[in-house]
């Protein structure tokens, strides 16, 4: 189906190429690369990766704290965490070796329209909208990237007449030589400056999502963010935001009434996603998909109301910006469970909102003292409780909210400090709130 992407695979045969990561999103490009007849090796931090499929497989293994010693070969597969400067990498490319990625290699590849988001926040919610409206209009959707699936390894299934809706990370963009044919950018705040050099070399990531766009292709970009109105794309961009919507509707098509997200930021993902679409498919299927969209799990999601109390799981709050969005989302008393660990970013402005929005704060992970202090040069500060972990900030939760309440997990920290990723977090979370719901009996 896809002749570029056969020549591709026929050309791996004896090459020597290796993968850094053995991780989720790197598996199926390792057994990819082995069936086409590939020398793979994979190296990993991990010592502990379980072996027997790797070696039944053929792959050669460099594990443990040593395992970016003399990287080499054909070909090199960056794994997104890893800095595309890694002196492993430059080491590499001196050498001869041709550093590349997963997502590098699909965008040359891929043989259908690509509409490719970023943005510090909302980018899955984004995606997914894209996603669902493009297929409710007919389209055959390839839903990937740093959402959680791998696309290099689909490219074979494609179709010119298929379209992708690609989540893209910083990580992934910091290196890419293409753009996609829509490109969006839902905002941009200060985030991961824990791995960017600074704020400037983050915004120059994202900003690759338009660099290399052509005069044919469309931009996407929120108007009512500072750092992403002061961009455009190379050929048409349009600009969403609070200017398009007049009495109550977005666009003359979408009430905000209609959306069944709570609040404004999802709005303006509701708004960045009509934009991709608008013109690609009808009007018609825009509505029919919002009157049916209910969002994404780990992304401000309902879990379930507990003696009158409401549970609201956002464990992909792994940023200041992102609890703060979600804390405008939620009227009312909110008991807030926060920490874990830090990205270098300042919880000033987070706190700010803490005597209006938030009941209770409950601190979990390494980054506890720093949110307290935060919190603590604020005037009207709630009271602040230390918890060991998720179980027992849920409990306190149970002993000191009241009907009418909301309890939010909104971390405004990553889960590196106790879990793999926000999603086990996240999971977590709803594990002890589902089994809170089921002793107490269903409201």
């Given amino acids: 189906m896809n002749p570029a992407f056969?020549?591709?695979?026929?050309?791996?045969?004896?090459r020597d190429v290796t993968v850094i990561g053995a991780g989720v999103s790197n598996a199926p490009l390792i057994r990819m690369l082995c069936s086409a007849g590939a020398?793979?090796?994979?190296?990993?931090?991990?010592?502990?990766?379980?072996?027997?499929?790797?070696?039944?497989?053929?792959?050669?293994l460099h594990l443990g704290e040593n395992y970016l010693d003399r990287v080499g070969g054909d070909t090199v597969f960056r794994t997104p965490g890893m800095r595309p400067d890694h002196p492993a990498l430059d080491s590499a490319r001196a050498g001869g070796s041709r550093v590349?990625?997963?997502?590098?290699?699909?965008?040359?590849?891929?043989?259908?329209?690509?509409?490719?988001?970023?943005?510090?926040?909302?980018?899955?919610?984004?995606?997914?909208?894209?996603?669902?409206?493009?297929?409710?209009?007919?389209?055959?959707?390839?839903l990937g990237g740093n959402i959680g699936t791998p696309l290099l390894t689909r490219v074979g299934e494609m179709s010119p007449l298929d379209v992708c809706a690609v989540e893209l990370s910083s990580f992934q963009l910091m290196d890419i030589t293409r753009s996609p044919h829509v490109a969006v950018i839902t905002n941009l705040s200060p985030n991961h400056l824990d791995w960017h050099l600074d704020m400037d070399e983050y915004t120059a990531a994202k900003r690759r999502l338009l660099d290399f766009q052509t005069a044919d292709d469309f931009a996407v970009l929120n108007g009512d963010n500072p750092a992403t109105a002061a961009l455009r794309g190379r050929g048409q961009t349009k600009y969403f935001g609070g200017h398009t919507v007049h009495d109550g509707v977005i666009d003359g098509l979408l009430p905000i009434s209609e959306i069944r997200l709570p609040g404004w930021y999802n709005v303006e993902n509701v708004m960045a996603a009509m934009s991709a679409?608008?013109?690609?498919?009808?009007?018609?299927?825009?509505?029919?998909?919002?009157?049916?969209?209910?969002?994404?799990?780990?992304?401000?999601?309902?879990?379930?109301?507990?003696?009158?109390?409401?549970?609201?799981?956002?464990?992909?709050?792994?940023?200041?910006?992102?609890?703060?969005?979600?804390?405008?989302?939620?009227?009312?008393?909110?008991?807030?469970?926060?920490?874990?660990?830090?990205?270098?970013?300042?919880?000033?402005?987070?706190?700010?909102?803490?005597?209006?929005?938030v009941k209770v704060l409950l601190l979990i992970g390494e980054a506890a003292s720093q949110i307290e202090a935060a919190a603590r040069r604020v005037a009207g500060c709630p009271p602040i409780i230390y918890c060991e972990g998720l179980a027992e900030a849920v409990a306190q939760t149970h002993k000191l909210a009241s009907p009418g309440d909301t309890v939010l997990l909104s971390p405004a920290c990553t889960a590196f400090d106790q879990y793999r990723n926000f999603e086990e977090r996240g999971r977590h979370f709803v594990e002890l709130v589902e089994a809170l719901h089921r002793s107490e009996g269903k409201d």
């Fill in 277 to 357: 679409v608008r013109g690609t498919v009808s009007d018609e299927t825009i509505l029919e998909t919002m009157r049916n969209f209910v969002g994404v799990e780990h992304r401000n999601q309902w879990v379930a109301t507990v003696c009158g109390v409401q549970y609201y799981n956002n464990s992909i709050g792994s940023s200041p910006a992102r609890t703060i969005a979600t804390l405008h989302a939620h009227e009312g008393r909110v008991l807030l469970i926060a920490g874990g660990r830090d990205k270098k970013v300042p919880f000033d402005e987070m706190a700010r909102l803490l005597p209006n929005h």
């Fill in 39 to 60: 020398h793979v090796t994979v190296r990993d931090r991990n010592q502990a990766l379980p072996r027997k499929e790797w070696d039944d497989l053929g792959v050669r």
């Fill in 100 to 142: 590349t990625s997963e997502m590098e290699e699909f965008f040359a590849l891929c043989p259908c329209p690509i509409f490719g988001v970023t943005g510090s926040d909302g980018k899955t919610t984004t995606t997914s909208l894209i996603a669902d409206m493009l297929a409710d209009g007919g389209r055959t959707v390839h």
């Fill in 6 to 14: 056969d020549t591709y695979i026929q050309s791996m045969a004896g």
